[in-house]
């Protein structure tokens, strides 16, 4: 499967993916130019099926139609009960990462192999209680790890204040596999989270509230993506 774009390999930067799912869907077009002006990386596109979360969202076409109209790399979330089931489709569609979550009813490590084997690449999603222990056997399969730091479902909460613990895990985790994996960090980020996410070990930040609701959604982004870490 041909790909115009990926994530790119971890390079020491902190890469920010603002949510689409917190974007003015009217606007969203105009939306995803604005934060790749202002110097997003990628797009971070959630998609719920009402029966892992309690929300609904996207489908296939939404990516289809992203991927036709910007360069910047599909980062796609698979908040499902069984990610067997639409990794194809959104791979097809032009995902160039699917992440799935760990507490999927699915065998995770197949569905990994599954995304790798169209071609895309893999990442996988641990909710804030789960331990980070479970993701040591997959390391090998891994592009990224995305630790949830709210319970997944719903744009605009706050960040939980056990995140940091649970990053710095994965982080370690992450160190001692050798491999270069994103660890990528999602719910709550603003400029002042982004400070203790990054301290803890994260260099990727999905932002989406705290990007689409603000005044200054261009000026949000870019502190987000200028933050240092909190000491």
């Not at 202002?38 to 076409?61: E, K, Q, R, T, Y």
Request: glycine residues 6%; aromatic residues 4%; hydrophobic residues 45%.
């Amino acid at each position: 499967m041909k790909k115009t774009s990926q994530i790119p390999p971890v390079n020491g930067k902190i890469a920010v993916a603002p949510s689409v799912l917190c974007a003015d869907l009217y606007q969203l077009g105009q939306a995803v130019e604005m934060v790749k002006k202002a110097g997003a990386d990628w797009i971070h596109v959630d998609i719920m099926d009402g029966h892992f979360v309690p929300n609904l969202s996207f489908g296939p076409a939404l990516v289809s139609s992203l991927k036709k109209h910007t360069d910047l790399p599909l980062d796609v979330h698979l908040m499902v009960t069984n990610p067997l089931r639409f990794i194809e489709p959104f791979a097809k569609a032009g995902a160039d990462l699917l992440t799935v979550h760990i507490e999927s009813e699915d065998d995770t490590a197949k569905a990994l192999n599954a995304i790798r084997d169209l071609g895309v690449q893999a990442g996988v999603s641990i909710k804030p209680d789960t331990h980070p222990d479970v993701i040591k056997p997959l390391t090998d399969l891994l592009d990224l790890v995305l630790v949830m730091s709210v319970y997944p479902g719903f744009g605009g909460q706050a960040f939980l204040e056990n995140s940091p613990a649970q990053i710095k895990q994965v982080r370690q985790i992450i160190n001692a596999s050798g491999k270069k994996i994103w660890l990528e960090v999602d719910g709550g980020i603003n400029a002042q989270t982004a400070k203790i996410a990054i301290a803890a070990g994260a260099d990727a930040l999905v932002a989406g509230n705290a990007i689409f609701s603000s005044a200054d959604p261009e000026l949000a982004l870019k502190q987000i993506k200028q933050a240092s870490p909190a000491i």
